[in-house]
């Protein structure tokens, strides 16, 4: 991607002669930046040593540098604003590649800067070196190595524009030490061109009347039309738009995870989510739609299954700002590129122009209606606490005001069952890349943007463990992030698929003594004592094992002032469902 700043761009000259390091802090400064997540080491000193001598930006330190990445991504998350990392050369920029593929995934902004060994040795095998500018070209929105320090200061604003703009993704920064320590005058850009079309983030595209008109007219002759939803509505900001487009149609939504709060959920027109765990009649609707209508979503193969099988007798449109994933996993009758805040904007003013009336969809509401009666996310009593009764009572107690953010497993499909959202931005999770060790750092961050709200991580033990560390930086920090974790001393998800699909065999799927399984009626096998764990970073914790002390206990985490730990033990014996196994069609889908 080859770009250039346009001739006419304003431009701020510095007063005087600084370090390169120094102009990295002040770029930031001038992007709005008010925290970074960061560990340093010896290719990056310099650029630590200049945030030491700044206060404009809070810089927190975690305990691993993925912890420190995916906090980044929480914050950006959370937010919708570009979240930053830091990391030294090697092994430093190394750990945060989990982080960046993660964010390229799920499409969030974030800049990630790394120190680089001295411009001489670049190639040369030096100490701790890295070629992470090559290493991270597939996985990101672009990759920068600074050779000269005068372009520091364009450099970084064209960063942060590509970052935010057209498709959010993430950037990374890689600045050898030489030029950290070079002295130069700055000239900082006020805004910056491309060559590109595609990477101008002034050249947002906004599907025309004509097209959009084809698409009310699809919506006038359709008797059983599905809104299809997924993150490119929260990253457009377009969630009011939606809701006004849906209740203006009487079209029911469906949403990705990734969607999940871009619609109400308590609204009901309101499907939840569907896909290989989500909602029966939301996976029902949309095979039997006959128009979809897909919303920034990507048809990602844990939504379609068999592509050639899914929403079969559907015409569908396809609205989404990224042209790339038109008619890529799977062929529409009208593919349109466009930011959709402009889109629905225009389609619900094309409506209001006709003065249209949504259809008799009158049949089509009542099956649908049926089938979200009869088939509700649910699960048997059981005289243990239950993952699912765990995140009901969470609900209950916060009343659906929370940020949650969760790990990768089943602890990750029922939170997404088992608490309901109706706002964007409430629900946070790896969700493209499946990254364990994903929720607690990425807890952090959300707190650190929304430190007025209540955040919990609902976890899985096998997932907390995974950056367990970073309680180190949440009793420090003082960052009162919350942890529930639903401790079934398995890797649950795997568990599910042995049982279903390996007759039961366990291959490394045991995280505590084999020979000792600890659980709800062995307490004493219980590994490892996640509550000693937490006092030993000096984080309050507790374990709860009895459902008549569970309410009391959630209570308890959600009241105290500061982290907190609860380890709630549940059996392993649950499964996620519904269930469609990968690669399957609706109409295999597992109901109990």
């Not at 920064?173 to 491309?194: G, N």
């Amino acid at each position: 991607m080859k770009k250039t700043s346009s001739p006419s761009v304003k431009k701020t000259v510095a007063s005087k002669e600084i370090k390169g390091a120094d102009a990295v802090v002040e770029c930031l400064v001038r992007e709005g930046v008010d925290v970074i997540f960061a560990y340093p080491g010896g290719a990056s000193l310099e650029l630590h040593q200049s945030f030491a001598a700044s206060d404009k930006i809070r810089v927190i330190l975690p305990r691993h540098e993925q912890g420190g990445s995916f906090a980044a991504e929480g914050y950006a998350r959370a937010t919708g604003k570009v979240g930053v990392c830091m990391a030294t050369s090697g092994p430093g920029a190394t750990n945060l590649v989990s982080a960046i593929a993660d964010a390229y995934m799920d499409s969030i902004p974030m800049v990630a800067i790394t120190g680089q060994v001295f411009s001489k040795y670049i190639g040369k095998s030096a100490f701790q070196e890295t070629d992470f500018f090559g290493m991270t070209l597939p996985i990101v929105k672009h990759s920068y190595l600074v050779l000269n320090v005068h372009d520091l200061p364009r450099i970084f604003k064209e960063a942060f524009q590509l970052a935010r703009s057209g498709r959010p993704g993430p950037v990374v920064i890689d600045i050898p030490k030489d030029i950290q320590q070079a002295r130069f005058t700055p000239v900082y850009p006020e805004s910056v061109e491309f060559r590109s079309a595609y990477a101008n983030a002034t050249t947002v595209q906004r599907a025309g009347d004509d097209v959009l008109q084809q698409v009310v007219d699809l919506i006038a002759t359709a008797k059983q039309p599905v809104l299809y939803v997924g993150g490119g509505i929260i990253s457009a900001e377009a969630t009011a738009e939606l809701k006004t487009f849906a209740e203006r149609t009487g079209i029911p939504v469906a949403t990705t995870l990734m969607g999940v709060g871009a619609f109400p959920e308590n609204h009901p027109l309101s499907m939840r989510w569907f896909g290989m765990h989500g909602m029966a009649a939301g996976n029902w609707a949309v095979d039997q739609s006959d128009l979809l209508l897909a919303f920034g979503a990507r048809f990602d193969d844990r939504i379609t299954g068999d592509t050639t099988k899914f929403a079969a007798h559907a015409k569908i449109v396809h609205i989404d700002i990224d042209a790339s994933e038109h008619n890529k996993n799977k062929r529409v009758l009208l593919p349109i590129c466009s930011d959709l805040k402009h889109a629905l904007t225009r389609l619900n003013a094309l409506l209001a122009k006709a003065k249209y009336k949504a259809g008799n969809l009158t049949a089509w509401h009542n099956q649908i209606a049926e089938w979200k009666r009869d088939f509700p996310f649910g699960y048997e009593k059981s005289k243990h606490i239950l993952p699912q009764e765990a995140i009901q009572t969470l609900h209950e107690l916060t009343k659906g005001d929370a940020i949650v953010v969760t790990g990768v497993g089943q602890h990750q499909m029922w939170a997404a069952q088992f608490y309901s959202f109706n706002k964007p931005r409430s629900f946070i999770s790896s969700l493209g890349l499946g990254a364990m060790g994903f929720g607690y750092p990425a807890a952090l961050g959300a707190k650190v943007a929304c430190p007025n709200r209540q955040v919990i991580d609902i976890d899985g033990d096998g997932s907390f463990m995974m950056n367990i560390q970073e309680l180190a930086t949440a009793h420090i920090e003082k960052i009162g992030a919350k942890a529930m974790i639903l401790n079934n001393q398995h890797l649950g998800m795997v568990v599910q698929w042995e049982d279903r699909f390996y007759g039961s065999v366990r291959g490394n799927t045991i995280l505590g003594d084999v020979n000792n399984i600890g659980g709800p009626e062995n307490i004493d096998g219980l590994y490892p004592d996640f509550v000693k764990i937490a006092a030993g970073f000096g984080v309050k914790g507790r374990r709860v094992i009895k459902k008549e002390q569970l309410r009391e206990a959630i209570q308890e985490m959600l009241d105290h002032d500061g982290p907190f730990l609860l380890d709630v033990v549940v059996p392993y014996t649950e499964h996620v469902l519904p269930m469609i196994p990968a690669g399957k069609t609706v109409k295999d889908m597992i109901l109990k």
